[in-house]
């Protein structure tokens, strides 16, 4: 009998089954796909299924059924196997990225080819270099038979030149000129700087964001009508100029009468129209019913009702030019916390994440408690972001479950500090830390300090809850040697061994008292040039001094962040009392730091600190505790520590007394967005050190100004400064480059 194609037949029983035309493929593949086996009684549906079937795998570019007598023959023809991927003339986009994704899709060494797959990855890759504004490029996929059914695939691209935004024009506008509405926008013409900030290259998803910028800036002053009409892009014949017309109509400007509630406020109403931030008799502005708003909802959130609803109505009076806004209040339900789940810690245990929450499971929601978790673990410095997600249990109304979503910085990192100047040349500071080791939580760390006039190692560790209810205890071991700065140059130094041991007691969510003791010795050990200051303590007081210092401190900690903080206050304060021993002493410190949002972008950080130190039972202030001012941590500019008093051999050695203000306004880096890990600043500090026999003179202070960059890098916060004293005397060490790692202000 001869073979036939598998159409139209009388049923029969299957005897064998046999497959032509393999290569590559195992036949295990075609049988595990043929909705048949023998013995089964074969009809032309069984067939036609089969076909779609082996079709279905994407192995086959031909596929027949044949009938030898009552033996099935399957005949397939492969397809070719891509041998490799080639792109030529990439340079827009990373080629192995581009490899991997094209992969993912079909497209890769290995599998079979199809052209199908190809061209649509053609169009895909065009698709992807318009949205980079290059209108001009052209991809060409070129295959290549290389023998034993296989090909090669390649791209070859033309990238051909950016198409730059030429012109962007705005139509019907009145009340504003087109310049202050284009400063609204994210997209423009060319600049000197959008070499790096691509904002003259055209994406709709940008002139989307933007005209929602334009619609905001119209409905923040009145304009409740306002509306975009349409949009037109055209590009130039040579595909490198583009030109975007915005037409809108503004509408009449409204002012708000009143502000009304409706609905249910639990009886609040009172307290909930202390809230509202629209003011009546001013243009209506949807940035302050929108920020009303929010806050209507943490206020229902405080009560338990996670899922309240505020409807904003807008009663107009066109003839008038007036609005009265209207708020419905739904409080909908009130729901409890059934589960809190930690997500995105792949390294911190979730008991570290857990133990800052002050919303319990198996309690009714409460939104004030649930912000002061966030809070409280953005606080641990472990996480770039923390964000809280609610989520309803399915089929229980009055349930939700609570979600920490963190994402885990390096916590382990190397902290790096240098400065230059023309008389040091190079000091440098290094240590390693690991602030959640192992992902418990604690902390250790071993630094040290290999500068010109300051060497230290110090072996620090911290356990921030060394009891369930949240006392933390710290212990240091540390060796330094020190020489204040001389400029005649100097071989004497302080050696000063020592340890402590300490404890922070939580009184309040924002509150810590620190108490502890320590033992540290000094030893005044001379050389040639010594300081006169040093040389006569050492003379009056032995070349050695030992030291038993109590410390007491306060902290209270009221920022939205440890990392990178936009708002809230911080504020230390700190006494060390040395009781016995050799010396006797008092010395203190307080500093207060204030973190002021303009917009969601810019910063305002404000920083001052002040330290007082005075000797008891008949015995100075010991010099080895004097404060330094000057560099990194005071007043940039000026060369670490140089600050204050000067003995007759040249030598700075600090004073028992200190101030030093700090601002710093950030900006994002151009092109970043709201990226708050890498920031542009621009600083003004002011201070000095004063001696017991000086008095505290305005006059005395000097002051720098500068600009900066602060980035969260992968081994700890970097600053980087340039700065320029603008007061300053003749005497000043000016150190204008500076820069550190693992420092704030």
Do not use: C
């Amino acid at each position: 009998m001869h073979a036939t194609t598998a159409l139209a037949v009388e049923p029969f029983v299957l005897k064998d089954i046999r497959v032509e035309g393999l290569q590559r493929t195992d036949a295990g593949t075609i049988f595990g796909a043929l909705p048949f086996r023998i013995g089964d009684t074969y009809t032309d549906d069984k067939g036609s299924a089969a076909l779609r079937s082996l079709f279905a795998t994407g192995l086959f570019t031909d596929v027949r059924l044949e009938i030898d007598g009552a033996v099935i023959v399957v005949v397939v023809e492969e397809r070719s196997i891509i041998s490799s991927v080639e792109f030529v003339g990439l340079k827009e986009f990373d080629k192995d990225a581009l490899s991997k994704s094209l992969k993912d899709v079909g497209i890769g060494e290995g599998q079979p080819f199809d052209r199908a797959l190809a061209d649509r990855a053609e169009q895909e890759l065009k698709r992807q270099y318009l949205t980079r504004s290059l209108y001009g490029a052209e991809v060409v996929t070129t295959i290549t038979p290389v023998g034993r059914n296989r090909v090669n695939v390649t791209f070859t691209v033309s990238e051909g030149e950016v198409a730059k935004i030429g012109e962007i024009r705005i139509v019907g506008n009145k009340a504003f000129s087109e310049s202050t509405l284009l400063d609204q926008f994210e997209l423009s013409t060319g600049g000197w700087l959008t070499w790096y900030t691509k904002t003259d290259r055209y994406s709709r998803t940008k002139l989307n964001a933007d005209l929602e910028s334009l619609r905001a800036y119209y409905l923040n002053r009145g304009y409740l009508e306002f509306s975009v009409d349409s949009t037109q892009v055209a590009i130039s014949p040579d595909k490198q100029s583009i030109s975007i017309a915005v037409n809108l109509t503004e509408g009449q400007p409204y002012t708000v009468t009143g502000v009304t509630l409706e609905g249910d406020y639990l009886g609040r109403e009172d307290e909930f129209k202390s809230l509202v931030s629209i003011e009546p008799g001013e243009p209506y502005q949807a940035e302050a019913v929108a920020e009303t708003t929010r806050r209507f909802n943490e206020f229902y959130g405080n009560f338990g009702y996670a899922f309240a609803r505020i409807e904003p109505r807008t009663d107009i009076d066109r003839a008038t030019g007036r609005v009265a806004v209207v708020l419905v209040g739904e409080p909908s339900r009130r729901v409890y916390v059934r589960r809190v789940n930690v997500a995105g810690n792949a390294r911190t245990r979730d008991e570290v994440v857990r133990r800052e929450f002050r919303q319990l499971e198996s309690s009714w929601y409460d939104g004030r408690r649930i912000k002061l978790s966030r809070d409280r673990v953005d606080r641990l410095g472990y996480f770039s972001e923390v964000n809280i997600e609610t989520a309803e249990v399915p089929g229980a109304l009055d349930q939700v479950d609570i979600t920490a979503e963190v994402t885990e910085k390096p916590t382990g990192n190397l902290q790096l500090g240098a400065g230059f100047s023309s008389a040091d040349k190079v000091s440098l500071t290094a240590g390693i830390r690991q602030e959640n080791i192992f992902g418990s939580g604690n902390y250790l760390g071993l630094e040290f300090n290999t500068s010109k006039y300051n060497r230290s190692l110090v072996v620090s560790t911290v356990n921030p809850y060394f009891t369930i209810d949240g006392i933390s205890r710290a212990i240091d071991v540390f060796y330094r040697t020190a020489r204040p700065i001389n400029s005649q140059g100097s071989d004497y130094e302080l050696i000063t061994p020592g340890m402590a041991i300490r404890f922070g007691v939580p009184f309040s969510e924002l509150d810590t008292v620190f108490f502890g003791i320590g033992w540290e010795r000094t030893e005044i050990k001379a050389g040639a040039s010594i300081p006169n200051s040093y040389f006569l303590y050492r003379e009056q007081f032995g070349d050695t001094s030992d030291s038993l210092p109590l410390t007491l401190g306060w902290q209270r900690d009221g920022r939205d962040s440890a990392l990178v903080p936009t708002q809230g206050r911080y504020q230390r304060l700190s006494a060390e009392w040395s009781v016995a021993l050799d010396t006797r002493y008092l010395r203190t410190n307080y500093q207060i730091q204030q973190w002021v949002p303009f917009t969601k972008r810019y910063t305002l950080g404000l920083n001052a600190e002040i330290g007082y130190g005075k000797g008891f039972s008949d015995r100075p202030y010991p010099i080895f505790k004097n404060f330094y001012g000057g560099g990194l941590g005071s007043v940039r500019g000026f060369d670490q520590g140089s600050l204050g008093p000067v003995d007759v051999t040249g030598a700075y050695i600090g004073g028992n007394r200190r101030m030093n203000i700090n601002a710093e306004f950030y900006v994002p880096m151009p092109g970043s967005g709201n990226d708050r890990t890498l920031r542009l600043f621009g600083y003004v500090d002011a201070g000095n050190v004063w001696g017991e026999n000086e008095s505290i003179e305005l006059d005395s202070l000097r002051a720098a100004a500068g600009i900066g960059l602060s980035w969260i890098s992968p081994v700890g916060p970097l600053k980087l400064s340039y700065g320029q004293p603008f007061r300053k005397f003749s005497q000043d060490r000016i150190q204008k480059f500076q820069f550190q790692i693992g420092t704030a202000f």
